[in-house]
C-alpha cells in the first residue's frame, strides 16, 4: 500500500490528514485551496517562510481574499526578528490540526518546508536549548572569521550534517555546532537514533511533479510577479523597521537580493536575475529532499480527477 505508509493507515484512533508538498512553484497552495472547498476543510501552512509578518510577497503568501474564502494557520505568527524552528512549528501545528478536527473539518498541510512535514508526520527530535554563552562565541567567530571558517569546523564535527546547510548558512550552522559541543552527538546521528518513526496522525502525503522547464518558467514568472507587485518596497519598509539583513528570514533569496537593490550594491534587473537563479537552485534541492522521502505518493497537480480519487478513498478508509 503506498497511501502514506502502513503505519500511517492502522489505528482509527489518530486523526487524518491531507498533505500536499513539493518544490516552489509547483502548485500547492491553489491546489489546496480547490482541495479544501471541495471537502470542507482548512488549510496549515508548512512554509517556514509565511510565519513572518510584514513579508507577504517575497513569501507568496495566499491573498487575503483567499485566507478570508478558505482559513489558513501557520501564517503571520511571528516577527522577523523572532525565533521560530520545526520543534514551534510541530507544536503550532499539532494545535491547529486538533482544533479543525474539533470544528468537523478536513486537515489539509500544504508546503514546500520538508522538514516541517516529516516532524509533523514523524515527530521531532529532542535536543537541548540555546546556549547562550556557545552561541556567543560561535557568533564571535563568524564576526572574526566568517561563515566558511565555521562551516569548515562543522564539516569535520558532523560531515553529514554540512552537506544538507549551504556555507552562508551561518544559522544553522552555529545551532549545528551548539548541538555537537552541548550533547556529544551530531544532528546527523541524533536523525538516525530517532528515526521520524512517531506517527500521530493517518496521513496521505502527495508530493506535486512539474516538468523542470515549465517548474523554471513558473518561477521566473513569479519572481517578475513579485518585483510589479513592489518587493523592492516591502524590503525596504522591512529595513526601515529595523529588521536587518542578518535576520534568518532576510536571507533568504527574495530579500537577499533585493536589499542589495534596495542599499545600492546592485541593479534591478541583477537583483531578479539573481533571484531567479536562487529560486530554481532552491526548487532542485527540494525536489532532492523529497525523493528521498519513502512515504510521497506523486501525483501531476493538473490531474484534479485522480488526485480526487485519492483523497475520497484516504477518507474513506475506516
Request: with cysteine; proline share 4%.
Amino acid at each position: 500500500m503506498r497511501r502514506g505508509t502502513t503505519s500511517s493507515v492502522e489505528g482509527g484512533d489518530r486523526p487524518k490528514i491531507v498533505i500536499l508538498t513539493g518544490p516552489t512553484c509547483s502548485g500547492k497552495s491553489l491546489l489546496a485551496l480547490e482541495l479544501a472547498a471541495k471537502w470542507k476543510g482548512e488549510i496549515v501552512s508548512a512554509d517556514s517562510m509565511q510565519v513572518y509578518r510584514f513579508m507577504d510577497i517575497g513569501t507568496a503568501k495566499p491573498t487575503p481574499e483567499e485566507r478570508s474564502a478558505i482559513p489558513h494557520h501557520l501564517i503571520d505568527i511571528v516577527r522577523p526578528d523572532e525565533e521560530f524552528n520545526a520543534s514551534m512549528f510541530s507544536d503550532h501545528a499539532a494545535r491547529a490540526i486538533r482544533e479543525i478536527r474539533d470544528r468537523g473539518r478536513a486537515v489539509f498541510v500544504a508546503g514546500g518546508t520538508g522538514l516541517y512535514i516529516r516532524v509533523l508526520t514523524g515527530g521531532i527530535i529532542t535536543v537541548p536549548g540555546a546556549d547562550p554563552e556557545l552561541r556567543r562565541r560561535y557568533r564571535e567567530e563568524l564576526h572574526r572569521y566568517g561563515s566558511e571558517y565555521l562551516y569548515e569546523k562543522l564539516k569535520h564535527v558532523d560531515p553529514g550534517t554540512a552537506e544538507k546547510i549551504r556555507s552562508r548558512d551561518a544559522v544553522r550552522i552555529i545551532r549545528a555546532l551548539e548541538i555537537m559541543e552541548s550533547t556529544g552527538e551530531s544532528i546527523s546521528g541524533l536523525r538516525r537514533r530517532h528515526g521520524f518513526q512517531t506517527r500521530p496522525y493517518r496521513y496521505l502525503k502527495l508530493g506535486l511533479t512539474t516538468d523542470r522547464i515549465a517548474l523554471n518558467r513558473r518561477i521566473d514568472q513569479r519572481c517578475d510577479d513579485m518585483v510589479r507587485r513592489g518587493l523592492a518596497e516591502e524590503t525596504e519598509n522591512l529595513l526601515k523597521k529595523g529588521f536587518g539583513e542578518d535576520l534568518k528570514p532576510m536571507a533568504s533569496f527574495s530579500y537577499r537580493h533585493m536589499a542589495g537593490y534596495v542599499l545600492g550594491r546592485r541593479s534591478l534587473q541583477e537583483a531578479v536575475g539573481m533571484m531567479k537563479r536562487d529560486t530554481r537552485h532552491f526548487a532542485k534541492r527540494q525536489s532532492t529532499w523529497f525523493k528521498g522521502e519513502k512515504d510521497i505518493e506523486w501525483a501531476d497537480p493538473s490531474d484534479s480527477a485522480g488526485i480526487s480519487e485519492k483523497i475520497d478513498a484516504f477518507f474513506g478508509m475506516p
